[in-house]
């Protein structure tokens, strides 16, 4: 840790949609239902397999006549699935939209006969977008918080319309993100600043979620902590945790721990139990805190994961400004061949 | 690392199969496509999950018409996934049979319907197999290698039989593997043990995989090293390890990659050579060394996770004896209440 730390980065910007394609997202959810697509596979690397996690969520624990895997590109490419065929859509996500084994995941789905390729990234010129049948394309919001999330609460939401399964207010949720998140930033930061500088002081970090806090836990592992700030980390389902690595807990050992507000959020609460008794470092995110004064009640469930990785992203921030790392310096990323 | 370590511990003793339950473990791979289930739940906790990891990569990748999900209990008992019903078959796994939230996920399925509930344990006479449907028990095999895996296995092919799509020669190498894994083990004695003294040294361990091979790897970071040997220890698909977690290799760091025979070696011969450039402690396990006569070169692919799961065993009683630290011992498992 330095002593001289540096100020904290801004937030990121909000998302910005193009209306258009939001409503292009929705018609493609629906369409996945009238259509009879069995399985919707979900392809990826890094952040941008991460990104699927709330969607596939929702969609495992409400959609019984869809099958929605996350996998892999280079998984995808080399396992060909036996659900992949006719009655699939495959999602191709990639933020450059030159990921080598996402971009040759297209091949692959078109190989199989998939029904249709969609990509996802932020780049209409990219060779994802060029290649796949429909593109959706978040320029110019780069650096903005999770914009592959709300192209996939989008679909998402098609999906529950048309299968009859939609909560309403998601709409209206989506759309106060924008304004909302800034509150929640401002609420935490104080918190998130506190975190950061502990976590700076240790060797390994644990981070915990059940549910679609899983997979945030995890992103927040791998790729803020690891890739872009070069500390140790590892993250788990907060049920298993409690059938392994909870045998080194120790006081000085620093937990990260993301609450939601789904249906799981007991398997949280007990490693919480269990972690408030062993360690002297256990920090909670809790989206029950989330202040969100426009997303009705109904949604906050479904809506949490999406915001939890916004807060995630900026507690990387606060990591950066402490441990004096710029998030975007990389070793080996887009510098030596692999 | 204890300059004084004690002996290597014996090798764990082969699985004893009870030739009635093969017969049975089969008929219900059978049924389960004759009586056209759509959605398998693999259901248990720590290794217990992760012993389903072979069967779910083989199902995955080979049976279209039917669905194969493996979830930790408490996930499966909260979240009740929308493929669980009457066209569902529910496996629950747990070594002692009382894993309370695997005892849960019993009447979890029995709720929603599901057509049948098969507990795979140790204990003929616990909660897990006196309220399932059907029990398969491996006592008194209680520290042999991987029962849990050989029974999966067994219904593994009772499916791919009835679904036309099974491979000659797996009978044959099950039956093979009591007498070629302890040749594995004298073979690699050496070289495990030059991995443990080095694992030893190094605070974090890496663990990198693909295919059916990311689950043993994940199974050696949270169940040997970090609930076992209390060392700190994380693993990755190999895919993902080069988005993200890659940037933090140096020359120091120990990573520890176990290759299989299957579609996805391509990954981690990729991640190979990537971390063979940087790190000087990469270590080795690759299935295309095991010698196992018994076992028909067209089933190796599908064995090799299986004598994966019992070398990693034996890796970590190498670490047991150069850490001098007792496989048995918990913290918190078995001793608190959480």
């Not at 010129?125 to 650096?143: G, I, M, N, V, Y």
């Not at 806090?213 to 788990?236: I, N, P, S």
Request: charge should be negative; glycine fraction near 6%; include cysteine.
């Amino acid at each position: 840790m330095n002593s001289n730390t540096r100020p904290v980065a801004d937030p990121r910007p909000a998302f910005v949609e193009n209306p258009e394609q939001a409503d292009q997202q929705q018609a493609l959810g629906r369409r996945i239902i009238t259509d009879g697509i069995r399985t919707v596979f979900l392809v990826g690397c890094g952040g941008s397999l991460a990104a699927y996690g709330p969607s596939v969520y929702t969609l495992d624990n409400r959609v019984p006549q869809l099958v929605v895997q996350a996998m892999n590109s280079d998984e995808f490419n080399y396992r060909k699935p036996a659900g992949l065929g006719p009655t699939s859509i495959v999602l191709v996500g990639s933020h450059t939209g030159t990921t080598a084994e996402t971009v040759r995941a297209i091949d692959t789905a078109k190989a199989a006969g998939a029904e249709s390729v969609v990509s996802l990234t932020s780049d209409p010129e990219s060779p994802l977008a060029t290649h796949a049948d429909l593109a959706f394309t978040d320029r110019p919001t780069k650096w903005a918080w999770d914009p592959k999330e709300i192209a996939m609460a989008r679909i998402t939401q098609g999906i529950l319309d048309a299968a009859g399964l939609a909560a309403s207010g998601f709409d209206e949720a989506l759309a106060a993100l924008p304004a909302d998140i800034p509150n929640v930033f401002a609420d935490l930061d104080p918190a998130l600043h506190r975190i950061a500088e502990d976590l700076a002081t240790k060797p390994v970090t644990y981070a915990l979620g059940s549910g679609p806090m899983e997979g945030m836990a995890r992103a927040f592992a791998m790729f803020y902590m690891q890739e872009m700030l070069w500390r140790h980390a590892a993250a788990y389902n907060a049920g298993e945790f409690l059938h392994g690595p909870f045998e080194m807990t120790e006081s000085q050992a620093p937990y990260l721990v993301l609450c939601g507000e789904d249906a799981t959020r007991p398997m949280t609460d007990r490693a919480l139990g269990f972690l408030n008794r062993y360690s002297e470092h256990v920090h909670v995110i809790d989206s029950r805190e989330f202040r969100l004064a426009g997303v009705p009640d109904g949604v906050r469930a479904e809506i949490a994961p999406i915001v939890m990785s916004a807060v995630t992203t900026r507690l990387a921030q606060h990591l950066e400004a402490v441990l004096d790392h710029d998030l975007s310096t990389r070793r080996y990323m887009f510098s030596v061949e692999y």
